[in-house]
């Protein structure tokens, strides 16, 4: 956070020091029993509230209700940031509040979640804006050209190479050529292009591209009456950087206006071909709204949020492969690979509705719902074509994020029962006697498990691609499928399975790897470094609690039961994401009928409210201005 940024944030709070001055004065001496109270009380049953859809139920449906998350959202003066934040359950930070909520000392204050303060400042980029930005170099522009459409257009059809090439060259031969809409594009890709051709960021340089991307960002100033695709291209290429700035509630926002326009435009409808009878804008608009509908979702989804448009208003036909007609096919990717992208884009929306959702889920049980979650996933994996599977050394980069995304899908699935059953194990801490089948029955074990091999599964591919080089260091997607891996690590590590140490250990070298990544100046990486590191002290705190301070210093002899020493779980050198899903086990119960995981049913969240406006009140300023 630069400096300005943080004297701009002290000055917002002095007054708002000095009026809670005479309010603390006079609640002097009730105000530790007031704060136990607040945080147990505030974050259990009763900030449950029934909604219109709920309230025909009687008393005895309550703890029902409560496995829905239909909660009574927590708000929290905060105003230092104008209004009070949400924060929903489906985000990777949350999850790793939970864990820190579910091992810590219960007669202490419950700790609570950290506030962002890693992202590009909009002062900053308002300054930038106003700035004069000069035109790269001819070599200089080409090169960050062929970079951004590397690592945008191998995975999303955005633009068209053809076509950006082409505009280009007439702006290198031609200076003044062009109008602000071609111009913006390009800008844009240069800012894609140096984030991801740079490796690390010196210390008074300014973050990579940011520069590009501010310049570019000045078409959003007056939206079209009329949009037209290059529209759309230029915000979903903005919302797309907006992520590597850590500002994803910006890129949500991008990526819902790019939304509205594809409708606007009636993207989202086959038209006649009498109308447009050219073959190759057909396919670009009709891949340019899949592009959209994923950004929509994808984006939507790590904020647990509502996307822009629903399934049943689409009316146009999925990605087609190009035919002779078309004069530039070479425009149009892997017609298989994007079709496989927007399925699962639409199977991450529909696991959050359904589990994290506050909508009424009708009849459907949460056990309904994870079991639901886990045949589409297993369905999508087995439509996958034999060049989409990860079977060998060679798998292109585009694969690997595919199987990333499936991981990640797996995960928002199941780490609620992973989550559970951490709380119960700790629960029935200090008795000597074992968790029993009747508090944890065998199937969501194995729904734990298939939640904990995904992850394992995506530490060794984001490693993979580490070190064969395609992991772009500012990437942010790359960078979160690490957090959230690594988070399902460290409560892996606190149960007393086999594996509890090796993942232990693979939580530390997951935290040290993030830490480097925060370290050469991806934002995402240095928010998640702070969640890592008081994750990690949380959980020796815990260990020290139960098991007194491990010899040979803090991270040592950390695993819950006895286990042997192993650098890591074993992982099949050629681990597939459906791997996780196929187990025996695992196939046994997804082909059952109904889970018994009706214990989930009355206890899911009863203590953790399903969302939450977490408290940044003036009197933690030390802890979280720091970061």
């Known amino acids: ?46 900030n449950r509230a029934m909604t219109p859809l709920s309230g025909r139920g009687n008393d005895g449906e309550e703890a029902a209700a409560s496995a829905a ?41 419950q700790p609570r979640h950290m506030l962002r303060v890693n992202y590009a400042p909009d002062t900053e980029l308002m300054s930038l804006v106003k700035s004069d930005i000069s035109w790269p170099t001819p070599s200089r522009s080409r090169f960050l050209v062929e970079v ?63 520069a590009y991307f501010a310049k570019a960002s000045r078409i959003l100033g007056v939206l079209d009456e009329r949009p037209g695709t290059d529209s759309i291209e ?29 409708i606007v435009m009636g993207l989202h409808l086959n038209i006649p071909e009498s109308q447009l009878r050219d073959p190759d804008l057909r396919e670009h608009r009709k891949r340019l709204f899949w592009t959209t509908y994923i950004f929509d979702r994808v984006w939507a989804s790590k904020l647990g949020h509502p996307t822009a448009i629903q399934d049943s208003d689409i009316g146009i036909d999925l990605p087609s492969e190009p035919v002779a007609s ?21 199977l991450v929306t529909k696991t959050v509705r359904s589990i994290y959702g506050q909508r009424n889920q009708g009849d459907a049980t949460l056990s309904t719902r994870v079991q639901q979650a886990l045949k589409d996933l297993r369905t999508w994996v087995e439509d996958l074509p034999s060049h989409l599977r990860i079977d060998n050394a060679g798998t292109e980069p585009t694969c690997i994020s595919l199987h990333l995304s499936f991981n ?33 029955p065998a199937s969501a074990v194995t729904l734990s498990e298939a939640c904990i091999r995904c992850a394992r599964h995506s530490v060794r591919l984001l490693t993979d691609s ?46 040290r790897f993030l830490s480097q990544l925060g370290d050469a100046g991806n934002f995402a990486a240095q928010e998640y470094c702070h969640h890592a590191d008081v994750l990690r002290a949380e959980i020796e705190r815990f260990h020290a609690k139960r098991m007194g301070p491990p010899e040979g210093g803090p991270g040592v002899g950390l695993g819950l039961g006895t286990v042997p020493p192993q650098s890591g779980p074993a992982i099949p050198a050629h681990a597939t994401a459906g791997m996780a899903l196929t187990e025996p086990s695992l196939e046994e119960l997804l082909a059952q009928p109904v889970l018994d995981l009706q214990f989930l049913e009355a206890s899911f969240y009863d203590d953790l409210q399903g969302l939450y406006w977490p408290d940044f009140s003036t009197e933690n300023w030390d802890t979280w201005a720091s970061t």
């Open 466 to 511: 580490w070190i064969d080089g395609s992991f772009a260091t500012f990437d942010y997607f790359y960078t979160q499928y690490l957090f959230s891996a690594l988070t399902v690590l460290a409560a892996s590590s606190l149960l007393d399975g086999p594996d509890a140490r090796g993942d232990r250990d693979a939580f530390e070298e997951s935290a």
């Open 1 to 46: 956070m630069s400096t300005l940024s943080t004297r701009l944030y002290i000055d917002g709070l002095l007054d708002e020091i000095q009026r809670l001055k005479s309010q603390v004065a006079r609640h002097t001496s009730c105000s530790t029993s007031a704060q136990d109270h607040v945080v147990t009380q505030g974050s259990r049953a009763g």
């Open 69 to 109: 998350l239909e909660v009574k959202p927590w708000f929290i003066n905060a105003n230092v940031f104008r209004t009070p934040i949400l924060i929903g359950e489906v985000a990777d930070p949350a999850f790793s509040t939970r864990i820190r909520q579910v091992i810590s000392d219960p007669f202490s204050l």
């Open 326 to 346: 078309q004069t530039f096919g070479d425009d149009f990717g892997d017609t298989a690979y994007h079709i496989a992208s927007l399925r699962l884009a639409a």
């Open 234 to 262: 230029i915000i979903l290429l903005l919302s797309f950087y907006s992520l590597a700035l850590n500002r994803r509630y910006s890129a949500f926002v991008m990526s819902g206006t790019a939304m509205r326009m594809a």
């Open 148 to 210: 951004a459409l590397k690592y945008v257009s191998h995975r999303y059809h955005v633009v068209r190479r053809s076509l950006v090439m082409e505009n280009l060259e007439q702006s290198i031969h031609n200076p003044s050529w062009g109008h602000l809409m071609l111009r913006s594009k390009l800008w844009a890709l240069f800012a894609i292009g140096e984030l991801y051709s740079t490796r690390s960021i010196p210390s008074e340089k300014e973050f990579p591209g940011m």
């Open 408 to 440: 990640q899908c797996a995960i928002l699935a199941t780490r609620p029962i992973l989550l559970h059953i951490l709380r119960t194990k700790v629960a029935a801490w200090p008795s000597e006697s074992p968790v029993t089948e009747t508090q944890v």
